[in-house]
């Protein structure tokens, strides 16, 4: 083949190879989730690095300047945002008034709801957020933590709608947010403090719903804006069914809240999906956490019977934030 026909081929495969990595980048740039399919591309932000830099070397081989230009240019972008979000402390001070082991899990149908029992009696949980929780879940967590997380606030529900936070500290229940999926609240008084929780989990952005995906971490978002600036301290935490790539959940963390995971540099932990033949590549299970906390730890469970990774992060809450 003769060699300037190579290098016409080796234009157009570069071309095809950096188009996806392109708009993603240039939707990550812009800071917008956009349309489908720019949500579901980015939540895997990091792996499009890889048919960057194979596009970049067939640019070189066909001798395109300008392709090997744009094709650069897309892999520092995606290079800069894989960089985890936000600052790496929450400023919190003063002398620590409680520890608090903050567990948050998708149990997949109450499949997995056995294995986060376990795991939450093993882990010493003090706080455990459960979505994907049926009332057949919530029985069997109430059951089984009877004797070291008395207390609990539910939204029930079938299938993917049921949630609980189950705990260790009394609570006084809030109003669930409006969402397809249950998303109760409350407040625990814990350490001497008024502590506002939330469980999150909006629905995923699949095609068709990507605006109701945005309605409801909007939802999640006014939430957490209202409960920082009354005060108190805040913990939210659950399936957000988004990572740092998306806007949507960035606006969340710009309301002052810190996500436990980019605290002890593991924000790129992925805990998603964990079932079939696709590796687990985004992390959209999060323990976000107000000024007045600061993070000790994370780490991520396996729960057999779950799509999910379930987070465990040990956290301290300051008598100032």
């Known amino acids: ?22 708009v993603t980048a240039v939707c990550r740039l812009a800071g917008t989730d956009g349309v489908t399919p720019v949500p579901q ?5 990091p792996l499009m690095a890889v048919p960057a830099v194979l596009a970049l070397v067939l640019a070189l081989v066909a001798r395109r300047r300008v392709l090997a230009g744009v094709t650069a240019a897309v892999l520092a972008v995606t ?8 600052p790496d402390g929450t400023g919190a001070g003063g002398p620590v008034v409680a520890r608090v082991r903050v567990l948050a899990a998708n149990v997949e149908f109450g499949q997995a709801t056995g294995r986060l029992l376990a795991a939450a009696r093993a882990e010493r949980a003090q706080l455990v957020f459960v979505t994907e929780c049926d009332p057949a879940c919530v029985r069997t967590l109430a059951e089984g933590l009877r004797d070291r997380l008395p207390y609990r606030v539910t939204v029930p529900g079938a299938g993917s709608t049921g949630s609980a936070i189950l705990s260790a500290y009394p609570l006084v229940a809030e109003a669930p947010l409006p969402a397809a999926m249950g998303m109760p609240g409350a407040t625990a ?16 952005p699949l095609p068709g719903q990507v605006d109701d995906w945005r309605a409801e971490l909007g939802r999640v978002r006014d939430w957490a804006a209202g409960a920082v600036a009354a005060g108190p301290p805040v913990l939210l935490a659950g399936d957000f069914n988004a990572s740092q ?15 436990a995971a980019r605290l002890t540099g593991a924000a790129r932990t992925p805990t998603w999906p964990r079932e079939g ?5 985004t992390q959209i299970d999060h323990v ?13 469970l396996d729960l057999p019977g779950s799509d999910h990774r379930a987070v465990l992060a040990e956290l301290d809450l300051h008598a100032d934030g």
């Open 189 to 204: 008084r814990i350490g001497g403090r008024e502590v506002r929780l939330r469980l999150a989990h909006p629905l995923p």
């Open 79 to 86: 290079g800069w945002f894989v960089l985890p979000y936000g």
């Open 288 to 300: 976000l956490a107000g000024a007045d906390f600061t993070a000790r730890g994370t780490r991520f």
């Open 1 to 22: 083949m003769p060699a300037q026909q190579v290098r016409t081929l080796a234009a157009w495969a570069a071309g095809l190879l950096v188009a996806v990595p392109l």
């Open 245 to 259: 790539d998306h806007e949507a959940f960035r606006d969340v963390l710009d309301t002052g809240l810190h996500d």
């Open 277 to 281: 033949a696709v590796p687990t590549y």
């Open 41 to 45: 591309l980015l939540s895997a932000l």
